[in-house]
């Protein structure tokens, strides 16, 4: 049965730009292997007070950025190249880097490309100078289209590559699914043990344990029917 963990604000309201980190004994969240050196990442918020009228303003009185990490195995990391790249963790590891150059690519070609069919609205002027750069709007346009195709290309390679190495390494390995996170906006900080954040593990075990070391609350996650009751 999955397990639902329940971190206090207390933990996460002082995290501005570092990581809450989820660990039991060096063992793998998911499938309990060592070691496991590498982590499931997940960048998340810290919000306090919801504000309604945000039109001119911040959405939330506070917010803050936060990673959470939960300690994975070389093999689960790299699955979750194959299935969720951009999400990858933006480590030192070779397969780190590489997601993220791919990252980085995809945000140019696709930048190229908007900018090249931005030339072609009214929102650029036709006259003087920008009269011949609007002509020129196939040229964004194609070089961004070119540079999405060979990041897809590369993206593929690299994941053929990575299939190749963990099915060499582990016949049949079916892939784990990754936590399952939910944040919380704080009505206020009044209350330090408030719930801000719930995070939903598929290994009883290894989440039970992680979150008595850490003296979480913790509970079996309601089936998606009982959540429907629930809010029925």
């Known amino acids: 049965m999955p397990v639902q963990i329940l971190i206090p604000a207390s933990e996460v309201k002082d995290r501005q730009g570092s990581a ?60 979750d190249y194959l299935t969720h790249p951009e999400l990858l963790d933006r480590g030192t590891s070779q397969l780190a880097k590489i997601a993220h150059m791919h990252s980085i690519a995809w945000t140019v070609g ?37 540079v999405l195709f060979l990041t897809w290309l590369s993206q593929k390679k690299y994941q053929s590559k990575v299939l190749h190495e ?20 704080m009505k206020t900080e009044d209350d330090p043990s408030a719930t801000a954040l719930e995070i939903i593990l598929e290994n009883e075990s290894w989440a039970e344990a992680c979150a008595k070391n850490n003296q979480w609350k913790y509970d079996q996650a309601p089936l998606p029917e009982e959540e429907t009751l629930k809010k029925g």
């Open 166 to 185: 963990i099915e060499k390494t582990n016949p049949g390995f079916q892939p784990l699914p990754r936590a399952e996170v939910h944040t919380y906006v």
């Open 110 to 146: 696709g930048l190229l490309a908007a900018c090249g069919f931005l030339l072609l609205t009214p929102i650029i002027p036709a006259n003087g100078i920008l009269s011949t750069i609007k002509q020129m709007w196939q040229v964004p346009v194609v070089v961004g289209v070119l």
């Open 20 to 79: 809450l980190v989820l660990d039991h004994e060096g063992r793998c969240s998911r499938c309990n292997q060592t070691p496991a050196n590498f982590f499931e990442v997940h960048r998340l918020h810290y919000r306090v007070g919801f504000k309604h009228n945000h039109l001119y303003g911040k959405k939330y009185r506070i917010s803050k950025s936060y990673l959470l990490k939960i300690r994975v195995c070389e093999t689960c990391f790299k699955s």
